[in-house]
């Protein structure tokens, strides 16, 4: 069974930057995108970033030009450099990967928090 294991988050100052790392304990079939989503406590979950086989991205608005996605098929690994942080920034993160067959694979979460 496939587990994603995150890490990186924690507690970081307004301007400082973190990056979250995302590791699939077993293999993937035909990784299609690998992502990353953040979700504040009474608030839906939402996508920040996300990588999409062939190497196209997308960014959450609020996200463009301080974050960036990255990702290793080859290792199911996929990152999240977070630059120029935000206390709006602070939620937590969830690595995502869909695979073949539309499989969907969800980690646990990480805390991210930014302080003023």
């Known amino acids: 069974q496939v587990q994603l294991v995150e890490s990186g988050g924690g507690l970081a100052q307004a301007g400082g930057s973190l990056r979250l790392s995302c590791a699939a304990s077993?293999?993937?079939?035909?990784?299609?995108?690998m992502g990353w989503y953040r979700q504040d406590p009474g608030k839906q979950r939402e996508l920040v970033a996300r990588?999409?086989?062939?190497?196209?991205?997308n960014y959450a608005d609020s996200v463009k030009g301080r974050f960036t996605i990255s990702g290793d098929n080859a290792k199911n690994t996929v990152y999240l450099q977070m630059n120029s942080l935000e206390p709006e920034d602070t939620a937590v993160y969830y690595c995502?990967?869909?695979?073949?067959?539309?499989?969907?694979?969800w980690g646990q979460g990480t805390q991210v928090t930014v302080s003023t």
């Open positions: 995502n990967i869909v695979g073949g067959l539309n499989r969907v694979y």
């Open positions: 077993g293999s993937i079939f035909s990784i299609v995108a």
């Open positions: 990588i999409i086989r062939g190497g196209g991205t």
